[in-house]
């Protein structure tokens, strides 16, 4: 990942995908730390039950000091719309809980993911959002399985498009997507 280290420095939005428990989440966050002093968190997780509120607390203080938080389960463009500051990077984690929280809200995650990804250029300091790579796995049993995964892979598609930098990390060892390696090193 040499390439991509020396790459993650001038990036401006980063997308970081990964499976559950992958490791995305804490390359991301190292990415932010090597990006600037200041750093917002945007949470779009929800403390619904107990272990939630219990996760969510750990990660707050495994992040530590240098941190500020901002929560938003639904209205992630408007968060970093206003949150987004030259001195500042935010990480957004992650995508598929805010795309789950639209879905349950009744609102439409294609139109919201439309919004944030023409913020993105916009964005005056680095954005970096974190994502799962769903459509991996088995196929799921219901309609509303399958329809979440349908719309959790366009928007992973849509976000990486938009991004300048896509790292996808696998047992906690990033591999960089885009930009892609040029020709020279594919050609035999």
């Known amino acids: 990942m040499n390439e991509g280290a020396?790459?993650?420095?001038r990036f401006r939005t980063a997308l970081v995908l990964g499976g559950a428990r992958s490791g995305k989440s804490r390359f991301a966050?190292?990415?932010?730390?090597?990006?600037?002093?200041?750093?917002?968190f945007v949470a779009t997780a929800q403390a619904g039950d107990e272990e939630m509120r219990l996760r969510i607390d750990r990660h707050r203080r495994e992040r530590g000091a240098g941190w500020s938080t901002v929560e938003t389960p639904t209205d992630l463009a408007a968060v970093v719309a206003r949150e987004s500051r030259q001195d500042f990077v935010l990480l957004v984690d992650c995508i598929t809980l805010w795309l789950s929280n639209l879905m349950a809200a009744g609102r439409d995650p294609e139109k919201s993911v439309e919004q944030l990804i023409r913020l993105l250029p916009e964005a005056p300091g680095p954005v970096i959002l974190?994502?799962?790579?769903?459509?991996?796995?088995?196929?799921?049993?219901?309609?509303?399985?399958?329809?979440?995964?349908?719309?959790?892979?366009?928007?992973?598609?849509?976000?990486?498009?938009?991004?300048e930098l896509a790292i996808f990390v696998a047992a906690g060892c990033p591999m960089q997507l885009k930009p892609a390696l040029s020709g020279a090193y594919l050609a035999k």
Do not use: H, Y
């Not at 020396?6 to 420095?9: E, P, Q, V």
């Not at 088995?138 to 928007?155: I, K, M, N, S, Y």
């Open 6 to 9: 020396n790459s993650s420095a």
């Open 29 to 40: 966050q190292g990415l932010a730390e090597r990006a600037r002093a200041n750093r917002i």
């Open 130 to 163: 974190v994502s799962n790579e769903i459509g991996l796995g088995l196929v799921p049993e219901t309609a509303l399985g399958r329809e979440f995964r349908d719309c959790q892979g366009r928007a992973n598609q849509r976000i990486a498009a938009a991004c």
